[in-house]
């Protein structure tokens, strides 16, 4: 069966510093690839996708994701991190051509920024 | 336009009782899923309605149930509540079910069993 790993449960950084959330998809074929971020309390806002072409994923809130088939990854990426990004992030999959386009999520990584 | 919409935000049951939660999609969106998250887990799959039938349906037991309404609006209920049954229940709308779209999730209801 499809899974997500997403490896890092807790990062912290600092305000400023870069940041890479990983995430590693175990699949059959190279599914469709997503971000989502959750605010305390909120629901899932979709930061970037992935379905096919350049590797390289442009989301918003300045995040970019990289997708390496070899590797079955689609790490999420942000050059300067922002004190308001401190929130959870999950990485999910969805299977191209199903009947329904059902998402799988990984468990999350919850970030902290420090001043 | 007003984004995915869910009630109750927060509600208290007891073991045993029953519970419907209720989620109107974005405005020309027909599609609604149903998503669990328990804290410290990522959301699982629970059902998607498409033109109030039924397209999928994830590894949870018969006591949860939904229906899509003729407006697209949805309930979900859960019947003889366990104490697993808290979470965050999310709500999730798109045009179809085709993975192009995506989805946009509300804000959440979140459910505690006591």
């Known amino acids: 069966a499809q899974s997500v790993t997403q490896p890092d449960i807790h990062i912290t950084v600092s305000e400023g510093a870069s940041l890479e959330l990983r995430c590693n998809y175990s699949?059959?074929?190279?599914?469709?690839l997503f971000w989502y971020v959750q605010s305390p309390g909120q629901g899932l806002q979709l930061l970037l996708k992935?379905?096919?072409?350049?590797?390289l994923v442009q989301g918003i809130k300045g995040f970019e994701a990289e997708f390496k088939r070899s590797q079955s990854s689609f790490n999420l990426r942000k050059p300067s991190v922002h004190w308001s990004d401190a929130a959870e992030y999950f990485c999910?999959?969805?299977?191209?051509?199903?009947?329904?386009?059902?998402?799988?999520f990984g468990t999350g990584t919850l970030l902290a920024v420090q001043p | 336009d007003a984004g995915v919409t869910q009630s109750p935000t927060h509600l208290i049951k007891t073991r045993g009782q029953h519970v419907t939660l209720r989620c109107s999609p974005i405005?020309?969106?027909?599609?609604v899923s149903w998503y669990q998250q328990v804290l410290g887990q990522g959301p699982q799959f629970i059902f998607q309605?498409?033109?109030?039938?039924?397209?999928g349906r994830g590894n949870f037991p018969d006591r949860f149930s939904a229906r899509q309404f003729p407006n697209y609006s949805s309930e979900l209920n859960v019947n003889a509540l366990l104490l697993g049954d808290s979470a965050l229940y999310l709500c999730?709308?798109?045009?179809?079910?085709?993975?192009?779209?995506?989805?946009?999730f509300g804000s959440g209801t979140r459910l505690t069993v006591v």
């Open positions: 405005s020309g969106h027909k599609s």
């Open positions: 309605y498409y033109e109030k039938e039924e397209r």
């Open positions: 999910a999959v969805v299977k191209p051509g199903g009947a329904t386009n059902k998402l799988i």
């Open positions: 999730a709308s798109s045009l179809d079910t085709t993975e192009y779209y995506g989805y946009t």
């Open positions: 699949y059959g074929a190279t599914p469709y």
């Open positions: 992935y379905f096919s072409g350049d590797t």
